[in-house]
């Protein structure tokens, strides 16, 4: 069923479920056997005259555009995400290319920036989930996440062909702007993000999180930390969280915890914590000192035996590369935000106070 909840009880379950389809149809015919990127919206040389690369977008999106700007970086160029509400021109010259992300194309904060940045001169894409919206229309280009329609307000499947649809973007990007390079491990990456929608399932099969929801259901904060990938995959996991359980949560980078935050921390509170990248020894610091203060750390890895001294709990994750393994903690964190709100009776795919988009600034 397309448009019914089917066997769910849901639309936000059926859209987690449905992650590794709409992913494996965001990639579809876009990687080549030998490794290249295909995108038939974008030739070789479109982005030929760009040198500097902005993101502008609003809640879910934002997250994904922290990632995305992140993916570029890998590639050697130079980008920066922006809340678009707080969007400024100062910089934007005619060879700034401003990226918005949108899964509606709706967003009226990031219409209306996407248009300021082309009033300043800036050539821009819009990368949105619905063919011919606003934003789609407005900018120079348009490149679909292609992740079929999301009906539940909380933002799930769209989240991953964001990131993905990035990441494709990012390679053309490096073969197009002077600064760009290729990845080192190109061939790895691009080989473990067609694995993606199979890890996905791995994890959808075998996820605790229901029971890792019912758990904490008595603490009164829940925190999420992570750094590199792993910190835009905070923010969306907090974000989720407070969206359809209504409870307190907050997502830090890992390395912030202890400028601030640990003044939160009490034996009320759950530390979700990422081990999915390079610098694990670092967040197992910063897990510890949550741990000392009496807070429940759950986890979020590959590698059980490398955190069972401090980690009260476990989501385990397949391992794969470390720029795509955000994603999948992702999915755990978007498990245990569904299970904790259905447990508490929450109206999940309405949550009150937010629509699914923003038509006003
Ligand atoms: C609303 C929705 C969020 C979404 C945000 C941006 O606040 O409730 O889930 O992330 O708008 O929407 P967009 O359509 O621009 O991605």
Sequence with gaps: EETGKGKYDHYMLKEINEQADSLSNTLGGRITDDGDVD????????????????????GTSYHAALYGAQQLQRTGIRATATIASEYDTATVTEDTLTIAVTQSGETADTISA??????????TVAVTNVVGSSAAREADHALYIRAGPEIGVAATKTFSSQVATLTLLAHRLSQDLEQGTAREDNEEFFAELQNLPEYIDEVLETSTAEAVGEKYLDKNSYFFIGRDNEYPVALEGALKFKEITYEHAEGFASGELKHGPLALVTPKSVVFSMFTGENGEKTRKNAEEAH???????????DADSVHEFADTVLHIPETHPDIAGLLANVQLQLVSYYTADLLDREIDKPRNLAKSVTVE
């Design 114 to 123: 996407l248009r300021a940045a082309q009033d300043a001169g800036a050539e």
């Design 292 to 302: 000392t203060r009496g807070a429940d750390i759950v986890a979020v890895t590959d």
């Design 39 to 58: 995108l038939e919206e974008f030739p070789r040389g479109t982005f030929d005259d760009v040198d500097h690369v902005e993101f502008i977008a609003c």
